[in-house]
């Protein structure tokens, strides 16, 4: 019986997420998509997302990369390379600022 090691990336080296910011999104999407991995051109919407996993990865991204991210974001930049270049365009979010209950 074959086994497919999931340690090692399928992707072709230029599709590899290459900074700190494309990996941490790729993770969010593999997460979210649930799938194996993600390269830095997959279309979040060509890998089986619509907009209700959209709402769930944005806003998992502005926790992993303290940023405020608008929910049309995937929409706006449905690449992880994309969606990594525009990051500097959105302001950082404020970390002490946290939802309470009443």
Same mark, same amino acid.
Not at 27 to 32: A, R
Not at 43 to 68: I, K, P, W, Y
């Given at each position: 019986?074959?086994?497919?090691?999931?340690?090692?990336?399928?992707?072709?080296?230029?599709?590899?997420?290459?900074?700190?910011?494309?990996?941490?999104?790729?993770?969010?999407?593999?997460?979210?998509?649930?799938?194996?991995?993600?390269?830095?051109?997959?279309?979040?919407?060509? %890998?089986?997302?619509?907009?209700?996993? /959209? &709402?769930? !990865?944005? =806003?998992?991204?502005?926790?992993?990369? *303290?940023? $405020?991210?608008?929910?049309?974001? %995937?929409?706006?930049?449905?690449?992880? /390379? &994309?969606? !990594?270049? =525009?990051?500097?365009?959105?302001?950082? *979010?404020? $970390?002490?600022?946290?939802?309470?209950?009443?």
């Amino acid at each position: 019986m074959n086994e497919i090691s999931h340690a090692q990336s399928s992707l072709v080296e230029e599709d590899v997420p290459s900074t700190a910011t494309e990996r941490t999104i790729a993770e969010v999407w593999t997460e979210v998509l649930n799938l194996d991995e993600v390269g830095r051109h997959d279309n979040f919407f060509d %890998l089986g997302g619509h907009s209700v996993l /959209a &709402t769930q !990865a944005v =806003a998992r991204l502005c926790v992993a990369l *303290s940023r $405020q991210l608008p929910e049309r974001a %995937l929409f706006d930049w449905p690449t992880v /390379a &994309t969606l !990594a270049s =525009a990051l500097p365009d959105y302001p950082v *979010s404020d $970390q002490n600022s946290r939802i309470t209950r009443r």
